[in-house]
């Protein structure tokens, strides 16, 4: 099928945002799933996504491989979410008010100079939960983004659990900023117009790679979904 991503879904200014990229997937692939970022995908053009022979998706752009996605087992241990008080109180610390190391200010996912209903707005910022660090912030995704069954659709759940990855490196003065891959399994509905929690932490490093995980969780602290990242500092950081 043809598709275009339009400017609005920008991460960087001049590509797409990598959690909607990857989730425009979940659609076509059930359970868990596994989403590798090729090459940064191009804005307001013609691109396919279409499956191949072995069970997998593509999203391409003319020959060009930019995205490909197959189902995958989400291996990840969540740490203790924080409660939404502790989390609203995590966003002032958000490095997506500033964008010295590497926050785009417009991005989709985490600008602040995004306006109310534009973008996710998802500003996570540092908390310890138990002795561990984390980052998190709330979200309430509005009726805009559910599906026919009312509930939220995984696509919006899976872009919502982008950014926070980079986050819990970029809070540490780490550049990460280009998403690689990300494996993203949705456990339980999340529901339309309810204040949840979003967090991020490191799970570890492996050459230039930074690898970290993301929740969603209820008030109660029911994981909702979660995903395990790869993420690498942009070219010449």
């Not at 980079?166 to 891959?181: C, P, W």
């Amino acid at each position: 099928m043809q598709i275009e991503i339009p400017a609005r879904y920008a991460g960087p200014p001049s590509m797409g945002h990598g959690g909607y990229v990857a989730g425009l997937f979940t659609a076509e692939i059930e359970g868990a799933i596994q989403v590798t970022l090729r090459q940064p995908t191009p804005l307001d053009v013609a691109l396919e996504l279409e499956a191949t022979d072995d069970g997998r998706w593509e999203l391409r752009h003319g020959d060009n491989v930019i995205a490909e996605a197959e189902p995958a087992t989400l291996e990840i241990d969540v740490p203790t979410p924080p409660g939404p008080e502790a989390a609203r109180g995590a966003e002032a610390g958000s490095p997506a008010f500033y964008d010295e190391r590497g926050v785009h200010p417009t991005c989709f996912g985490c600008g602040a100079h995004r306006p109310d209903g534009d973008g996710l707005r998802i500003f996570v910022g540092p908390v310890e939960v138990d002795g561990t660090t984390q980052v998190a912030a709330t979200w309430t995704p509005g009726s805009d983004m559910a599906a026919p069954d009312g509930n939220v659709e995984s696509r919006w759940v899976l872009a919502a659990l982008d950014c926070p990855g980079a986050f819990a490196f970029i809070v540490d003065e780490q550049r990460a900023g280009l998403l690689g891959r990300i494996v993203f399994e949705q456990y339980r509905p999340t529901p339309v117009g309810t204040e949840l929690v979003v967090s991020g932490w490191q799970i570890g490093g492996d050459g230039r790679k930074m690898l970290a995980g993301t929740a969603l969780s209820d008030s109660s602290g029911t994981v909702l979904a979660a995903a395990r990242a790869t993420w690498f500092p942009f070219p010449g950081r």
